[in-house]
């Protein structure tokens, strides 16, 4: 069965570093999602990107993250400057639609630690 | 108020038993409700989708709906200890553009003893 790829599975930065997430979603969907889990926490909408832009993001999305669908096939998440509050599991998700029946399939994540 | 409350566990029961796992919401906007499985050091993994109230039924699964009281459940039968996880109540409400992001509750961890 397809299914979404996150690498590396766990990051580990310096406070202030720059970190760039990867994903493959499954081939043939179409909106993209980046979801984190800090430690312990419900798991949070960051923000979700179709046709080649963000279509909607929470307010933890702000300025220091950044997406982008480079080719084809990879999503990304960037962030630009990172705290120690953003250590966390983040998720990658993709589905072929956002009508009421299509399924959300998420990747295993990557950990990542800032120290 | 939380917009989407769930009791977190641990739930503990032997194997065989029938599981009761359930969240409240309070947003009523929300009308897409989900049910994932996360196993350790693991991504969610839909269990259950529903837009109605009422029962769905899906295997050993079935999961509840009641809008009128901002409650939803999944029940388990016949559990097993590979039933062991953490699950997930998801949420979503609909806007022009599509389904809207999910939102999630706490996880309740259930560990089925064999």
């Known amino acids: 069965e397809p299914e979404v790829t996150q690498t590396p599975s766990h990051q580990v930065t310096q406070m202030g570093q720059e970190v760039i997430l990867r994903c493959v979603p499954i081939s043939n969907h179409l909106y993209f999602y980046w979801y984190r889990q800090i430690l312990g926490q419900k798991v949070e909408f960051l923000v979700s990107f179709y046709n080649n832009e963000i279509s909607e993001k929470s307010e933890i999305f702000d300025d220091q993250f950044s997406v982008e669908r480079p080719d084809g096939s990879n999503f990304t998440l960037k962030i630009r400057s990172t705290k120690l509050e953003d250590s966390a599991m983040y998720f990658c998700?993709?589905?072929?639609?956002?009508?009421?029946?299509?399924?959300?399939?998420f990747g295993n994540g990557t950990r990542l630690t800032v120290t | 108020q939380k917009e989407v409350e769930q009791d977190p566990g641990p739930l503990s029961v032997p194997e065989g038993a029938i599981v009761s796992l359930n969240c409240t919401y309070s947003n009523s906007a929300f009308q897409y409700f989900m049910w994932y499985r996360q196993y350790s050091r693991k991504g969610p993994e839909l269990l259950m989708y529903t837009y109605s109230s009422g029962n769905k039924e899906d295997g050993r699964f079935t999961a509840q709906v009641d809008k009128s009281s901002k409650y939803i459940s999944l029940f388990i039968r016949d559990s097993q200890p590979s039933d062991s996880a953490t699950y997930l109540c998801?949420?979503?409400?609909?806007?022009?553009?599509?389904?809207?992001?999910?939102?999630f509750g706490s996880g309740t961890r259930l560990q089925v003893q064999p």
């Open positions: 998801a949420m979503s409400a609909y806007m022009d553009t599509g389904r809207r992001a999910l939102t």
């Open positions: 998700a993709s589905t072929q639609s956002r009508a009421s029946d299509s399924p959300l399939h």
